[in-house]
């Protein structure tokens, strides 16, 4: 398989970091991998909306026993495919339908996701069905109390929705 040809369409909502070293998005985005890697030693973990799976990547070399990454773009799947180790699994699937029975992993990692979903609830009753009693979800969203202070539309083209820490509770 060729390596795919990037586009800006194709980074508008993600992060390929060897495109992108050095700068605020590459570290904030990482961040977020390096707090969830604390979490996932020895774990099953599934990585959702994994987009170039930088961050799969980042959770298998961190001691997870078991990580699948999963996203709806094929697009990113290929991407993460052909430039991650061949000890990591990535998978098309929908994150409000999950192909995995109950109980079935430990942690899910899903960060900067939950703002571009239409059922955002679908998707949470998803990470708990597949999680084992005493699993952990790991997520990030973007605060609206914080990025877009009293707007009513989300300050993102891409996102439906911003919540506020006390919604997101």
């Excluded at 973990?45 to 961050?55: E, I, K, N, S």
């Excluded at 973007?142 to 911003?162: C, I, K």
């Amino acid at each position: 398989m060729g390596r795919r040809v990037i586009t800006r369409d194709f980074l508008d909502e993600r992060l390929a970091p060897e495109l992108e070293p050095d700068t605020l998005q590459y570290f904030d985005h990482v961040r977020r991998y390096l707090v969830a890697q604390m979490y996932v030693q020895g774990k099953i973990v599934l990585d959702l909306a994994c987009g170039t799976g930088y961050g799969a990547d980042i959770l298998l070399n961190c001691g997870a026993r078991l990580v699948v990454g999963g996203d709806l773009s094929m697009d990113a799947l290929e991407y993460a495919r052909s430039r991650h180790s061949r000890r990591l699994y990535f998978a098309q699937l929908d994150v409000c339908q999950l192909p995995f029975p109950p109980a079935s992993v430990d942690v899910v990692v899903s960060l900067e996701t939950l703002e571009h979903l239409a059922t955002p609830l679908a998707f949470l009753r998803e990470a708990a069905r597949v999680l084992r009693p005493g699993g952990q979800l790991i997520l990030s969203t973007p605060n609206r109390a914080v990025v877009s202070p009293g707007s009513a539309t989300p300050y993102s083209p891409y996102h439906s929705f911003e919540p506020t820490l006390d919604e997101l509770q």
